[in-house]
């Protein structure tokens, strides 16, 4: 693999677009072709890095080798809202994220996150798959980035050092790791605990130093980050099932010819069945070897969570667009 850092991605930026131009600006031969830079805060092996792979191998082979990915796991140039701006700023080519860091920057991005908009994967995977989807993609476009597909990332849960979440009243006094993101700040405050704004790759140490008490996520992250070593109580309360975003940075879709941007859509396009089948695969052996850790898991009623939520429903639906987002989404319940 090539030895790229943030500071060699940024000496890049202005060159020639592609793998090529990063390269050589790390002081590569230029490669073959054109290589997408992909990055990911998630590790290998993560579902969401294996599909935006086999994104590249479709690409590969469908353009006889011509185009391709070549993908930075593992948050390596940097955490999502660095890696997301220098996306904007074209030194990253496709960049997948949770939809929170993009909660600033795209109003649109916040109604998927809404605590329990969604009533399933079913209801989730529906409304992404069909109108609402498209447009929450569209609306990434006059912000610097192509929506091209949504992922999985099922439902977030509580999880603390402290003590089981059953009631809203466990949240007390705890401080909890949120996103960077409005939204999540005011969510855990309507529950009632003190959010905390905190990147991803930081939260391990902060649960252990006590800088917070707990955090919320879903299975496959709460695993692979190893934060049920540190944080061994898990509540299921499933408040938020937002889905992760590709994204590819404007600048890069703006240079690639029309019949490229159109393989590019199809193969992001072909990558979310497979996704989605890694994702229930992960989720299922996470859930096992949490459980098999001796880590404490509750299932509590989320009516009393759910009863907290209106207010920040209120302060964050605020356009008609988002609120015929809003409407679109709950009629495709097919509960
Ligand atoms: C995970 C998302 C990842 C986020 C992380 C977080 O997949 O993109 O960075 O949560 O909580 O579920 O920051």
Not at 121 to 143: C, S, V
Request: net charge negative; hydrophobic share 40%.
């Amino acid at each position: 693999m090539i030895a790229l850092d943030r500071r060699s991605l940024l000496r890049g930026l202005g060159g020639a677009i592609g793998g090529a131009s990063v390269a050589l600006a790390a002081g590569c031969a230029p490669m073959e072709g054109q290589l997408l830079r992909a990055v990911d805060t998630h590790p290998d092996g993560y579902p969401t890095v294996e599909a935006v792979k086999y994104m590249g191998q479709l690409l590969r082979e469908r353009s006889g080798g011509r185009l391709g990915i070549e993908h930075y796991a593992g948050g390596v140039l940097g955490q999502e809202r660095d890696a997301l701006e220098i996306t904007i700023f074209g030194g990253i080519d496709l960049n997948r994220v949770s939809l929170a860091p993009l909660n600033p920057i795209v109003p649109e991005t916040l109604v998927p996150g809404l605590p329990f908009l969604f009533s399933s994967t079913q209801h989730m995977r529906a409304a992404m798959d069909g109108e609402p989807g498209r447009a929450i993609l569209d609306a990434l476009e006059p912000h610097g980035l192509i929506g091209l597909c949504f992922y999985d990332s099922g439902g977030r849960s509580f999880y603390t050092t402290k003590r089981l979440i059953e009631r809203p009243e466990d949240l007390r006094g705890l401080k909890i790791r949120v996103q960077s993101s409005d939204l999540f700040v005011e969510m855990v405050r309507a529950l009632g605990g003190n959010p905390t704004p905190m990147d991803f790759g930081e939260v391990y140490q902060g649960l252990m130093q006590g800088t917070v008490d707990g955090a919320e996520n879903n299975w496959p992250s709460y695993e692979s980050t190893r934060h049920f070593e540190v944080a061994p109580f898990y509540s299921e309360t499933r408040h938020v099932m937002a889905p992760e975003v590709l994204t590819m940075s404007a600048i890069t879709w703006k240079r690639i010819s029309a019949a490229d941007r159109a393989l590019i859509r199809q193969c992001a396009q072909e990558s979310i069945p497979v996704m989605r089948e890694l994702w229930d695969a992960k989720v299922e052996q996470s859930r096992a070897a949490i459980v098999a850790s001796g880590v404490r898991i509750a299932a509590p009623d989320p009516a009393p969570f759910q009863a907290l939520v209106q207010p920040v429903w209120d302060r964050f639906v605020t356009t008609p667009t988002m609120r015929k987002l809003v409407d679109d989404i709950r009629a495709m319940d097919p509960a």
